[in-house]
């Protein structure tokens, strides 16, 4: 039970320091991604142990898909590595639930930051941050999240 907590609070600092570092830096620095990455493949939030099969899938799906999305220039490769770090992590289920509330959260705070003039329509806006979150809630409240959709509850 230790080891599971002690898991939890290795990736939600991960987590937290990708996202104040892409807030200060706009990117995701590799000796955050990479650790991340490692340790998904031997600890993940809810077990010890080698990663199965599926969450090594999702993990990979995960880096293909936001590393399209890098390639085209609508976010860096950190955000790619820190998307499959999340998907590695969860699992298939909970890692797309997580990303889809990472966009979901990054498009309400994108149009409120708009519409109260802080940023332009066409201004990027850090996208770390967003996946940061979705990775802490996906460590702390893995019940929570899989119920923000029905989906999840069906899947989950």
């Not at 892409?22 to 590799?30: C, S």
């Not at 600890?43 to 390639?71: D, S």
């Amino acid at each position: 039970m230790a080891h599971d907590v002690a898991v939890v609070l290795v990736w939600c600092a991960a987590y937290a320091a990708a996202l104040v570092i892409d807030l200060r830096e706009r990117r995701i620095p590799n000796w955050i991604t990479y650790p991340l990455l490692l340790i998904g493949l031997v600890a993940r939030p809810t077990e010890i142990g080698a990663a199965p099969l599926p969450n090594v899938i999702a993990g990979a799906v995960a880096f293909a898909l936001f590393a399209a999305l890098a390639l085209r220039g609508w976010m860096g490769m950190g955000d790619a590595k820190l998307a499959a770090a999340i998907a590695l992590a969860s699992g298939p289920v909970l890692g797309a639930i997580a990303l889809w509330f990472a966009f979901a959260l990054g498009a309400v705070v994108g149009v409120a930051l708009v519409a109260a003039g802080r940023v332009g329509r066409r201004q990027p806006v850090a996208f770390g941050p967003f996946l940061a979150v979705a990775g802490i809630a996906a460590a702390i409240a893995p019940g929570a999240l899989l119920r923000l959709l029905p989906a999840g509850t069906l899947l989950g």
